[in-house]
């Protein structure tokens, strides 16, 4: 797929016939699933998407919980090849090696939809039900993030059309960027991570792995 082709029409999808997850499938059909699968993993020392997580891959299982929440799903790779076998639009970054950042871009610039829910493919413990909670709280800001003190949670985060010109400003300077770099040109909604006990135990959905550490760790963690 080239870059600025869109990925699947502007607005909810005319029919919602597909099965309801928390009620709101025609609000998810106005957002579009990213998963990130361009880092090198070098922490990982091997590709960590395509590790077994129980009897699935994580990226598998990180896809699937995606295709819960929201019906289109793309993933950003530069390496298509790796995961055609999931039958899905894969999109290339157009600022490669810099990081998450650049998948958010490459996805803001692909997709026709008004906001993206974005995670990295590290997260094997993510929640429909909490992405669906974020994206419903996108109209009027250009960012929903979850945020406990400091520290926030830019990869499981929704993002809308607004972002793409302060993140390409910041990409086209040059220098590999953190996510939340563009945050203040945008508006921010935080979502504090002490008020989502409704949901799923909030320590694990935040869960990611980057060592062969964190993955036997996490595993402990499958039931
Ligand atoms: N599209 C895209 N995704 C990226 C890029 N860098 C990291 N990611 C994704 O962002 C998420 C978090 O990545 P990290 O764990 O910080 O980085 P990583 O490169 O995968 O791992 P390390 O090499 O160990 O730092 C993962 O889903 C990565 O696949 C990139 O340059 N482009």
């Known amino acids: 797929m080239k870059h600025g082709e869109g990925v699947g029409p502007a607005g909810p999808p005319s029919e919602c016939n597909i099965p309801a997850v928390g009620g709101d499938r025609c609000f998810a059909g106005t957002v579009t699933g990213v998963v990130l699968v361009g880092g090198g993993s070098n ?13 699935e891959r994580l990226l598998d299982r990180v896809v699937a919980r995606v295709r819960e929440a929201f019906p ?13 076998y999931l039958g ?21 610039s692909a997709v026709a939809t008004p906001y993206i829910f974005v995670v990295a493919c ?9 992405a669906l909670y974020l994206a419903r709280q996108a109209p009027g800001y250009d960012v929903v993030v979850v945020r406990d003190g400091p520290y926030l949670e830019p990869l499981f985060a929704v993002y809308g059309r607004g972002c793409l010109e ?21 508006r921010v909604k935080y979502i504090e991570r002490g008020e989502l006990s409704d949901f799923a135990d909030v320590d694990k959905v ?18």
């Open 43 to 55: 922490r990982m020392g091997a590709n960590k998407a395509l590790l077994p997580f129980g009897r």
């Open 72 to 84: 289109r799903v793309i993933l950003v790779s530069n390496d298509s090849a790796s995961y055609n």
């Open 88 to 108: 899905l639009p894969v999109i290339r970054d157009i600022y490669p090696g810099r990081g998450p950042l650049s998948g958010i871009h490459a996805a803001l």
């Open 122 to 130: 590290d997260m094997p413990f993510i929640d429909p039900k909490l």
């Open 166 to 186: 302060p993140v390409e400003s910041i990409l086209r300077r040059g220098l590999r960027a953190r996510v939340v770099d563009f945050f203040p040109a945008v």
């Open 206 to 223: 935040f869960m990611n792995i980057n060592t062969p550490r964190d993955l036997e760790r996490a595993l402990q963690f499958l039931e």
